[in-house]
């Protein structure tokens, strides 16, 4: 096995869709992977079998990222020894009801995986990056959190928040070469769109078709390069042109 040229990369919610392909983009570009996911534990370790393919170690991280005590109990030995050199909070999910009829819950879940996830996980990995003087945080946040969009206040705020928060922070740390990032994907064929009604969404997006995760991978792996040494506190958009 190739030392990592890069060091680590922790990937939230990467057993599937747009998080799995990071975590094959940034193996290929030489990250080891720590890949975090909740639930799928197959997905997730198809997902260790292509980064071990690319020559890279792959660990997996279990855990909610809204469970400060499992996300401890999982990092907190791993951050003994090592410091994640890039963090990418990919975990995020979908509840969508009108205002109407969304329940205390249906709001609080969506902000919970996007926002506290965002909080527990970067506060977990961010002293060491600091200590180093080298990090670099990828948000992955939402065309819905530009825009706004009917049906999912809950996500839209979620991700509105997400992008605050990606400014802020890139504001704290960039003394410290921490560079903080968004990434804002419109509609990608992933799980989460699979059962929108895709003839009415196509004529909204100027190119006509649903993106690929790799192609949402591809900006990440960027930001987390050296080519993209000086942007910090941007939101980049991956969308088709669907928001401009
Ligand atoms: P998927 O539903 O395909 O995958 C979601 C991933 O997140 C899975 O790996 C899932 O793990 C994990 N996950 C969900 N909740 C948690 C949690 N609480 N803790 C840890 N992991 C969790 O989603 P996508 O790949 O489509 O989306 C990835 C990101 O991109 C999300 O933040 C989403 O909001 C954003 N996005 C997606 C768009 C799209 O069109 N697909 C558009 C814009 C933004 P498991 O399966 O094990 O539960």
Known sequence: MK???????????GSRGIGAAIARALAQDGFDIWLNYRTDTEAAARVAEAVRAAGRRCRLTPFDVTDAQAMEACLTPL????????????????????????????????????????????KAVLTAMLRKRRGRIINIVSTSGETGMPGQVNYSAAKAGLIGATKALAAE??????????????????????????????????????GLPEEVAAVVSFLCSKRAAYITGQVIGVNGGVHM
């Not at 030392?3 to 919610?13: D, E, P, S, Y």
């Not at 410290?176 to 196509?202: W, Y």
């Open 3 to 13: 030392k990592a040229a890069h060091g680590i990369a922790l990937i939230t919610g």
């Open 173 to 210: 740390v960039a003394k410290r070469n921490v560079l903080v990032n968004a990434v804002s994907p419109g509609f990608i064929q992933t799980d989460m769109t699979a059962k929108l009604p895709e003839e009415r969404i196509l004529p909204t997006i100027p190119m006509g078709r649903f």
């Open 79 to 122: 951050l003994e020894d090592h410091a994640p050199h890039v963090l990418v909070n990919n975990a995020g999910f979908t509840k969508d009801v009108l205002m109407a009829w969304m329940t205390p819950s249906e709001w609080k879940s969506v902000l919970s995986v996007s926002l506290d996830g965002f909080f527990l996980v970067t």
